[in-house]
């Protein structure tokens, strides 16, 4: 499952549109097939997080809150790393490189989740 196909399951969970079984289910269904092989990916460490916050909060250790906001906290993460842009200028004068590093701005996902 790529990094993309995560992220857009758990815009899909938190905006409603996916409930809470289907989206254990798909983790799980992927985790199983993950942890057929030896090597620990950044894919199974994920899935394996969300699949923790999600028992702890149907167990009671965390609220629903603690699961929401972490589930933000991934998709800010990714979007931020999806959307900076680094540049590296030649100033002529002086023949000295300078790295600008600009972010595009991300849509601020906290005040959606306030109305589900």
Known sequence: MKQSEIIEMLKDFLSG???????????????????????????????SNLELYIHEVMEGYRSWDELYEYM???????????????????????????TVTRAIPVKDYRRDLSLV
Not at 72 to 96: D, G, P, R, W, Y
């Open 17 to 47: 549109k996916m409930l809470r079984g289907e989206l254990s289910e798909k983790i799980d269904n992927r985790l199983f097939d993950l942890r057929q092989k030896p090597n620990l990916t950044s894919e199974q460490e994920l899935l």
């Open 72 to 98: 933000v906290s991934i998709i800010e993460h990714n979007m931020s790393e999806h959307f900076v842009k680094t540049i590296t200028l030649n100033t002529s004068a002086t023949s000295k490189f300078q």
